[in-house]
């Protein structure tokens, strides 16, 4: 019997082996889009996440917008192509931010590249030098299908700069006011400004220690600490204004950036933060700041809503959403077609999977005591009547107005906790009041916990297969110069 069992499985085992094996299914379905398309729109998304990955990858969009009648239905394939571009460990520790220079070069008819910043809690900051320009798919350089579903696709244009280690604490946040400057900010206190030419220091102001207040009995900070840091700073559209809010202060710290020195401090009285939820149990600080494009006005956010100043430092409005969660993320648009201001709309993100669009020109009675009035609300994305629970943790606007068939409709990038990217495509209306329309394009699954993200519209593809590999290291070798003068003139 045994032996005649020992059979049995071999031949069991030759029949599973003459089978056809199963096809691994991709994570999404998709209508594959042709390479190369002369008409396309690729759009780079550049992520950050706990398990300190970097990861980058392109999205192509179809040369038309999808009709309405596609849609609508449920089970339409997705028009979008996903491209990984790069994937690694770029930290030691979790990624907190990422910032984004404007173009290095100023002639747009040529290929650009932009600098890619990455702060975490390791203390470090590396730089990248990222090409705005996908490379064409050819022979030479492929794109390779995965057993996920989604392809990958270098560019050899990519490249490492360095890190900055200037900084002693976990970096909180980094900004390029211009392409000649780089500001990071740190829970060291300090704010630094940094010359991208050589990448040297020029000026450092440091806020003051916070001072202890009501510390919790079941606190396990050592004797004398307190919490502190920088969390957010906005610099003014004329680069000779910043302000800056912190851990541990109920309170903005005005910056005068001319002299690099303390311009004054606002403390934030008992009815603004009452206006937004925050209690004598909440730290009353603020989480972010951002200036409008025309540097009038200026909003801070809190944990459970945002406060509109504006240039004379008091609160114009608020904005509390409904039903009440907690806010991520702030961020003013410019939807008019001259760029003007005419239709700038204050944007947030939240913790219940939404964004919401408010206008801050237009403003009612507040619904409670307090006599900040309220924003009103435009619009919003997401939710549960989308099916979206999860945290925001950033988002982006892309304006697409260089492309003739999409014309007037902007892309909404997503980034959640829960590590998938969601892409909607939405236009407003010529009265703001009449709110939006938007539709889910796509969206695609990294894997990671997200918290951060950057992304842009891409140049047209750029042909690779008449440049030699010398041509390909000039960038670095161009990086690599002024870093050996610079060290040439320090030996002198």
Request: negative net charge; charged residues 25%; proline residues 5%.
């Amino acid at each position: 019997m045994a032996k005649r069992k020992r059979v049995e499985i071999a031949t069991n085992d030759q029949a599973g082996q003459d089978q056809p094996r199963k096809a691994v299914k991709a994570a999404a379905v998709t209508s594959e889009l042709p390479e190369n398309d002369p008409g396309a729109v690729t759009i780079q998304i550049v992520t950050g996440s706990y398990q300190s990955v970097l990861h980058g990858f392109t999205v192509t969009l179809p040369a038309e917008p999808p009709s309405d009648e596609k849609a609508l239905k449920k089970d339409a394939p997705s028009t979008l192509r996903f491209a990984d571009t790069f994937l690694f460990q770029a930290h030691t520790s979790a990624i907190r931010t990422l910032a984004l220079s404007p173009p290095t070069n100023t002639d747009s008819s040529q290929p650009q590249t932009a600098i890619l910043a990455t702060g975490g809690s390791d203390e470090r900051i590396n730089l990248y030098s990222i090409s705005m320009a996908p490379p064409m798919v050819s022979e030479r350089y492929p794109s390779i299908s995965t057993l996920a579903g989604n392809k990958i696709l270098e560019n050899p244009k990519n490249r490492e700069i360095g890190t900055l280690l200037h900084h002693s604490s976990s970096i909180t946040t980094l900004y390029f006011p211009s392409k000649s400057k780089l500001l990071s900010a740190a829970e060291d206190n300090t704010i630094s400004v940094t010359r991208v030419r050589d990448w040297n220091v020029v000026s450092t102001v440091k806020a003051p220690q916070p001072k202890a207040q009501g510390r919790p009995s079941g606190d396990t900070a050592p004797l004398g600490s307190v919490p502190c840091g920088i969390n957010d700073f906005a610099v003014h559209p004329s680069m000779k204004l910043m302000i800056s809010v912190g851990r541990g202060e109920r309170c903005m710290r005005l910056w005068n950036l001319m002299t690099g020195k303390k311009a004054g401090v606002l403390n934030f009285d008992r009815e603004l933060l009452q206006s937004v939820k925050e209690n004598k149990r909440s730290t009353g600080e603020g989480r972010a700041i951002v200036w409008d494009n025309a540097g009038e006005e200026f909003t801070i956010a809190f944990e459970w809503g945002v406060v509109v100043f504006g240039v004379d430092s008091i609160p114009r409005c608020k904005a509390i959403p409904s039903p009440s969660t907690k806010v991520q993320k702030v961020k003013y648009v410019d939807f008019s077609t001259d760029k003007d201001g005419s239709k700038e709309i204050l944007t947030v993100s939240t913790d219940d999977g939404r964004v919401l669009f408010y206008s801050t020109k237009e403003t009612s009675a507040s619904s409670d005591s307090s006599t900040i009035p309220d924003a009103q609300l435009v619009g919003q994305l997401g939710g549960k009547a989308s099916g979206l629970t999860g945290r925001i943790k950033g988002f982006e606007i892309l304006d697409l107005a260089d492309f003739d068939k999409w014309k007037g409709t902007y892309l909404l990038v997503t980034s959640g906790s829960d590590g998938i990217i969601r892409i909607w495509s939405f236009k407003i209306k010529e009265a703001t009041t009449e709110g939006l329309s938007s539709t889910l394009l796509g969206s695609y699954e990294t894997g990671n916990r997200i918290t951060c993200m950057v992304s842009f519209v891409m140049q047209k593809p750029q042909d690779l297969e008449s440049i030699n590999e010398s041509d390909l290291g000039s960038d670095k070798e161009e990086e690599e110069a002024p870093e050996e003068s610079s060290s040439d003139s320090d030996q002198d």
